[in-house]
């Protein structure tokens, strides 16, 4: 079944550690995403990539980093964790040359930094 | 700066009544428009995209669009406290694939 996945879902983590959040879509789309959310706020894109090999900053600054080495795998690593680093990560996909450009969601990894 | 606006709510209607949402965008070439719901602690799940001006029904759910007054709207029939949760309108960025997401409108749904 196509789908979307992200690892861990949920994770509580010191400060200064190295964490690596996962993304897997087996939706056959070449574009990818990953927002950041804090409970009742707006979701913010901090990376994006239209491909393999292809990574950009979104327009929320983040210091996180990410890689495209396989079309559906889309790993997001912090190097060293803060407590600002608490959130929710959500890893979206979309496909196609055209209209409606739908983007569909993972179900996110809630981050907890202490 | 462009943005899409959403009233936050929350907006209560009583069960089986018909739900209206609103949003409103800046950019006037925009031409892709969403709606996700969003329950709580979880993630987006995309209710209904809509480009062309006017109607687009889905089951209980009816998106419009009017690119001229630059709003797009979301009306629930029947609506159902299941339906309750949050909202979110997204625009689709011109000539770039990135999403511009409302804050979103909180809706409750009462029995």
């Known amino acids: 079944e196509a789908d979307i996945y992200q690892t861990p879902r949920y994770l509580v983590i010191g400060t200064g550690k190295k964490i690596t959040l996962e993304c897997s879509q087996t939706?056959?789309?070449?574009?990818m995403y990953w927002y950041q959310q804090d409970p009742g706020m707006e979701l913010h894109l901090i990376h994006y990539?239209?491909?393999?090999?292809?990574?950009e900053k979104g327009d929320l600054s983040s210091e996180s980093t990410v890689s495209r080495i396989r079309t559906e795998h889309f790993p997001l690593t912090l190097e060293s964790a803060r407590p600002s680093h608490t959130s929710q990560y959500l890893c979206?996909?979309?496909?196609?040359?055209?209209?409606?450009?739908?983007?569909?969601f993972g179900p996110g990894t809630r981050l907890t930094v202490t | 700066q462009k943005e899409v606006e959403q009233n936050s709510g929350p907006l209560s209607v009583p069960e089986g009544a018909i739900a209206s949402l609103n949003c409103t965008y800046s950019?006037?070439?925009?031409?892709?428009f969403f709606w996700y719901r969003q329950y709580s602690g979880k993630s987006p799940e995309l209710i209904m995209s809509?480009?062309?001006?006017g109607d687009k029904e889905d089951g209980r759910f009816t998106a419009q669009l009017n690119k001229a007054s630059q709003y797009v709207s979301l009306l629930i029939r029947d609506s159902q406290p299941s339906d309750s949760a949050t909202y979110l309108c997204?625009?689709?960025?011109?000539?770039?694939?990135?999403?511009?997401f409302g804050t979103g409108t909180r809706l409750q749904v009462f029995p």
């Open positions: 979206a996909s979309s496909g196609g040359t055209g209209p409606p450009y739908e983007q569909y």
């Open positions: 939706m056959g789309h070449d574009k």
């Open positions: 990539s239209y491909g393999v090999n292809s990574t």
């Open positions: 950019d006037r070439v925009s031409q892709s």
């Open positions: 809509i480009y062309s001006n």
């Open positions: 997204a625009v689709k960025e011109y000539n770039t694939d990135k999403l511009i």
